[in-house]
């Protein structure tokens, strides 16, 4: 399912080191393809946004890392942005109270529980979002 974003969607990046370097960003900033007025998520690019960091927050993938916030029934869970695929469900889990996220220092324990397999979806990169976006459960449904 293609989830859409509006492209004047705030996207707030807090830098939890050093809060002079906390940005605002709006969707259209990660464009990839855009036609004017609805953006999909899946269709914004992974890598603007990571040299957007880079560039105006300060962001360091060597000693930082990237947390983002979803609440459900007053419960809030945290996760680390590990990938194309975490930023698109976090910037979707959020749409509704505001996109944020923050810059943490890196945390030297991430690890996955993925086997590797991707159930016959292929290797391409929507193949591969499509595989980790069924692997959450959404609190929205």
Request: charged content about 20%; overall charge neutral.
């Amino acid at each position: 399912m293609r989830y859409e974003i509006a492209w004047d969607a705030n996207i707030r990046v807090h830098n939890s080191m050093d809060i002079s370097k906390s940005a605002t960003f709006c969707a259209w900033d990660f464009a990839r393809v855009w036609d004017g007025r609805t953006m999909y998520i899946g269709e914004m690019d992974y890598s603007k946004w990571t040299a957007s960091m880079i560039e105006r927050c300060g962001f360091n993938p060597v000693i930082h890392s990237v947390q983002y916030t979803v609440f459900n029934n007053g419960m809030g869970i945290t996760g680390t942005v590990t990938c194309e695929a975490h930023w698109h469900y976090a910037i979707r889990m959020n749409l509704g109270r505001g996109v944020e996220f923050k810059i943490v220092p890196l945390g030297r324990n991430l690890t996955t529980k993925n086997d590797g397999r991707s159930n016959g979806r292929g290797t391409n990169r929507e193949g591969l979002l499509d595989w980790v976006d069924d692997q959450y459960v959404y609190f929205s449904e």
